[in-house]
């Protein structure tokens, strides 16, 4: 995993919130916006920077409407590192 990823994921809170958000499981771009508290257009850039990256991939993409994006085994993995990293810096 590359630290380039947990960099691009942390540079932004929404990125990040979408992250934990479906850690819980996959969501509508519209049930994030809802969850998260930020525009939809807002949730629906980040949806498509993170696609780009492999952290999240819809998984409905044959559908328009509504798209259901879930996080990927790598998005997965950037979010555990992210946690670990905080809580060692709560413990120093």
Do not use: W
Request: charged share 25%; aromatic share 6%; proline share 3%.
């Amino acid at each position: 995993m590359s630290s380039d990823s947990i960099d691009f994921v942390i540079s932004s809170e929404t990125r990040l919130r979408i992250l934990a958000f479906l850690s819980r499981g996959s969501s509508t771009p519209t049930q994030l916006a809802r969850a998260i508290e930020k525009h939809l257009s807002h949730i629906s850039r980040a949806l498509a920077e993170l696609e780009r990256k492999q952290l999240v991939a819809c998984q409905n993409p044959q559908y328009s409407k509504p798209r259901v994006y879930a996080l990927t085994s790598q998005g997965d993995r950037v979010l555990t590192e992210i946690h670990r990293y905080r809580a060692r810096m709560n413990v120093l």
